[in-house]
């Protein structure tokens, strides 16, 4: 686990965009399982592509015309119950962080794992989103 000031300003981040975080099970489960239309799930981290891709492309996504109904975050290495609960909805996909999930009414319809992330610039991550909220949002 990661101290809470070294994470603050990361979920921060994405808080300051928008994004609601999901501390709990049963919060994670409330929210996937009763979002009508599409939700998004960001798993956040502290690894350098979490910082330098991540969380700026999943924002630069959110500047098109279609975009997600509701906007959600977990932070791996934190909020460890949560993540071990949002993970469950990511099945058949391993445990991967950073990570990207587009649900649309509680189904699973996109995923980006951390080998979609690493090495790629916060634009591919943006267009592959885009491409995806074009299609089920």
Known sequence: MYPAELVAPMKQDLVNAGFEQMLTPTQVDEIINNTEGTLLVVVNSVC??????????????????????????????VDGEAV??????????????????????GELVHFL????????TAQMI????????????
């Open 126 to 137: 943006a267009e592959n989103l885009t491409e995806a909220y074009n299609e089920f949002c």
């Open 84 to 105: 071990a609960q949002a993970r469950k909805h990511f099945l058949p996909y391993p445990p991967s962080s950073p990570s990207i999930a587009l649900f649309k009414n």
């Open 113 to 120: 794992e951390r080998h979609h992330i690493e090495g790629g």
């Open 48 to 77: 350098g592509c979490a910082a330098g891709n991540m969380r700026p492309g999943v924002k630069l996504s959110l500047n098109g015309a279609k975009k997600p109904s509701k906007l959600t975050t977990v932070f791996a290495g």
